[in-house]
């Protein structure tokens, strides 16, 4: 090929190249005719300004008012209306010829069950008793416990103490005459520890009974005490939280309540004795008045525990309150709310201090007030 012919071929393309380019150049002045792309960059320009203020349809929206009032956040907890924990009585020395009644109540000096057709009535102490008492034995505590139950009883009118003479042996002849009915010969004025069921207090509601009459050397059942209480499951920041004597109200099954406080908090991790197993975390609440919770016996009910907590370092106060549907999670853990602000939105940082009820607690919001509209999801 010889070099002119080169040239006009190179002159060629670059006229081709040339009417490629303005073809480009045709077809994107028309794309920008019709889409007017100059606008387009001033909405978004114009909206990266007024993103606080959007124009919306706000009849569209749903809105709750900004209210101003105190946030009691509050822990409400389900629990259980019981007695305390069942112990068994002690076996029987003889045969069991009459058995009690589950459920019944018995106090000092009354019949628990029979035995050998006699009376074992209740009494109560916090030593067991382990020996046969009688006149010139020697001095101890459960002579002490003797004269206590014999004198609430009515048959020692002495002060007790740990020394058995001829007036604890006379009241407990007149004991094993009147309360056990027994005659002759059996009056002896000794004391056999068989004789009675002891608990450590009294009175006390019998639970089970699992002996049957005839058995022998067996345990007639187990008790309780008569006072209710109620016991609730905590979490572990919960048993951090709260305390004994922290104000509860108990919500009883009737929806009435009772206004009291924790008697104990129990945080729990006690071994259950089963596989590792640890005992939960719980709260306890007693009833000084049991007139309050007896005729419901045994029940679920619901605890409302005031919250102690504080919000940035302050106890809580009159503030503003939102509906925490109306929170708008940020990046790096900020906060914002969508308030209508006539026929459009103001995107309006805030700082979150308590949350209960389905509320949030604003303790800081510029320009917010009482009764702007916010929106909610």
């Not at 009147?178 to 068989?194: A, C, H, M, N, V």
Request: glycine residues 10%; hydrophobic residues 40%; contains cysteine.
């Amino acid at each position: 090929m010889t070099r002119t012919e080169t040239r006009r071929i190179g002159r060629i393309c670059r006229a081709i190249t040339a009417a490629i380019a303005l073809a480009v150049i045709a077809g994107l002045a028309a794309v920008c005719v019709i889409a007017k792309p100059w606008t387009l960059i001033g909405r978004m320009t114009d909206t990266g300004r007024t993103a606080s203020a959007a124009k919306v349809d706000v009849t569209t929206l749903r809105t709750q008012p900004v209210t101003k009032g105190v946030l009691n956040a509050e822990t409400r907890l389900g629990g259980t209306l019981q007695y305390d924990d069942a112990s068994d009585f002690q076996p029987s020395t003889g045969v069991i010829t009459q058995l009690p009644t589950p459920g019944a109540e018995i106090n000092t000096g009354q019949q628990v069950y029979e035995m050998d057709g006699v009376p074992v009535p209740l009494f109560h102490g916090a030593r067991p008793f382990w020996r046969t008492l009688q006149v010139d034995v020697p001095d101890g505590p459960d002579v002490t416990q003797l004269e206590e139950n014999l004198q609430e009883l009515g048959y020692f009118r002495a002060a007790p103490n740990s020394h058995f003479d001829w007036r604890t042996r006379e009241a407990v002849r007149q004991w094993q005459a009147k309360s056990l009915g027994l005659k002759g010969e059996q009056i002896t004025g000794t004391f056999d520890p068989g004789s009675v069921a002891l608990v450590p207090t009294a009175p006390i509601r019998i639970k089970t009974v699992t002996a049957k009459l005839g058995d022998k050397e067996t345990s007639p059942g187990s008790y309780t005490g008569t006072a209710l209480h109620v016991e609730a499951t905590l979490t572990a920041t919960q048993a951090a939280t709260f305390k004994a004597g922290d104000k509860v109200r108990v919500v009883m099954p009737n929806n009435t309540t009772i206004d009291t406080a924790l008697a104990a908090v129990d945080q729990g991790g006690q071994s259950t004795g089963k596989d590792g197993q640890v005992t939960s975390p719980s709260a306890r609440v007693d009833f000084p008045d049991q007139s309050q919770a007896a005729s419901f016996g045994t029940t679920s009910v619901q605890l409302v525990i005031p919250n102690t907590a504080v919000a940035n370092g302050t106890a809580t106060g009159e503030s503003l309150i939102v509906p925490v549907t109306a929170i708008i999670a940020s990046a790096g853990n900020t906060y914002a709310i969508d308030v209508v602000r006539g026929d459009g939105l103001k995107r309006i940082p805030v700082e979150i201090g308590l949350v209960a009820n389905a509320q949030a607690q604003l303790t800081k919001a510029d320009g917010l007030k009482e009764g702007d509209k916010v929106v909610v999801s």
